[in-house]
């Protein structure tokens, strides 16, 4: 009897280690330029400085979704609009723990961009 027990425990064993094994993906996080985190509520930080024809890659680091789009929230109002030379971004989805890519910026100058859902949630886009 101890000896099927040790061997069922044995072959439980190996088959956990080959699942955590193949479970792994092994992919390195993205280190694309111009990453704009995002956590529960807000944008990690407030803004971001890029070259002209670069792009931006927004990161969702919790399960909650954002919508990215032109515009900002000031006092509390959800103010869309988008700026002359600003890429159009009209409510793109960015769900948990995902990215999404907007640009490229082809005009210098200084951009605003928020998510519609949370509150205060507003990025300053600097394109030199």
């Known amino acids: 009897m101890s000896k099927k027990l040790f061997a069922i425990l044995l072959l439980g064993s190996v088959m956990t280690l080959i699942l955590v094994a193949c479970s ?46 032109n515009g900002t929230w000031e006092n509390g109002t959800a103010k869309p609009v988008r700026e002359p030379g600003a890429p159009e971004v009209k409510d793109m989805p960015i769900n948990g723990f995902s990215q999404g890519t907007i640009g490229p910026f082809t005009t210098v100058g200084t951009f605003h961009l928020y998510c519609p859902i949370h509150s205060g949630m507003n990025l300053t886009v600097v394109v030199l």
């Open 24 to 69: 792994a993906t092994g992919a390195a996080p993205s280190s694309a330029p111009n990453q704009v985190h995002m956590n529960t509520t807000n944008f990690v930080q407030s803004s971001i400085t890029i070259k002209k024809g670069e792009r931006i890659t927004f990161i969702d680091d919790t399960l909650i979704s954002h919508t990215i789009a």
